[in-house]
T-cell receptor, first 113, second 116 residues
Framework: GQQVMQIPQYQHVQEGEDFTTYCNSS?????IQWYKQRPGGHPVFLIQ?????EVKKQKRLTFQFGEAKKNSSLHITATQTTDVGTYFC?????????????FGKGTHLIIQP | NAGVTQTPKFQVLKTGQSMTLQCAQD?????MYWYRQDPGMGLRLIYY???????DKGEVPNGYNVSRLNKREFSLRLESAAPSQTSVYFC???????????????FGDGTRLSIL
């Protein structure tokens, strides 16, 4: 079945440094979504990417969808303590059967002040 | 607007006991989902319901049953709880039916379940 791999599993940064998490799928995706989960909280939708090569920005966050629609990345510029949490990508492959969205295992962002 | 409401928030069970986790959404969404979240494993889909009256297995359905009671409510039942089912359980809903995931999933606050 479809697999979505996300790296790194953990990332420690100093406040103000940049952060990037990468998501790779074993199959071509129709679209990919990104979620953020604060410690002790629930996943919250951030954005969806649909088009090959698409780039979207939300303030300090930049999301990219690969040309082959098999990979994606989330980059945070100048991290702040409010960015702490786990970032998940979730890919959808049309015709992929009953699995629907397949979530990566997430990247835990830890920020040291 | 409450969104997705899960009850209970915490529960401790003994091995072999049964219980039902409740989930209700007030966004008029067609699709509802149950996930479990374990350390290092991300979110794994247990069951989903594309629309009222339909349910389908996800990645890890063994040991669970579900009921889509109506459009608003989707419950998850553990018939005979096992320690391996200790986890955080999230219910989610989305606007469109099965076959299109072009709308975001909205998650409840989760149920933290411990089985001794």
């Amino acid at each position: 079945g479809q697999q979505v791999m996300q790296i790194p599993q953990y990332q420690h940064v100093q406040e103000g440094e940049d952060f990037t998490t990468y998501c790779n799928s074993s199959t071509t995706l129709s679209n990919i979504q990104w979620y953020k989960q604060r410690p002790g909280g629930h996943p919250v939708f951030l954005i969806q990417l649909v088009k090959s090569g698409e780039v979207k920005k939300q303030k300090r966050l930049t999301f990219q969808f690969g040309e082959a629609k098999k990979n994606s990345s989330l980059h945070i510029t100048a991290t702040q303590t409010t960015d702490v949490g786990t970032y998940f990508c979730a890919g959808y492959a049309s015709g992929g059967g009953a699995d629907g969205l397949t979530f990566g295992k997430g990247t835990h962002l830890i920020i040291q002040p | 607007n409450a969104g997705v409401t899960q009850t209970p928030k915490f529960q401790v069970l003994k091995t072999g006991q049964s219980m039902t986790l409740q989930c209700a959404q007030d966004m008029n969404h067609n699709s509802m989902y149950w996930y479990r979240q374990d350390p290092g494993m991300g979110l794994r889909l247990i069951y989903y319901s594309a629309s009222e009256g339909t349910t389908d297995k996800g990645e890890v359905p063994n040991g669970y049953n579900v009921s889509r009671l109506n459009k608003r409510e989707f419950s998850l039942r553990l018939e005979s709880a096992a320690p391996s089912q200790t986890s955080v359980y999230f219910c989610a809903s989305s606007e469109r039916g099965w076959g299109s995931s072009n709308q975001p999933q909205h998650f409840g606050d989760g149920t933290r379940l411990s089985i001794l």
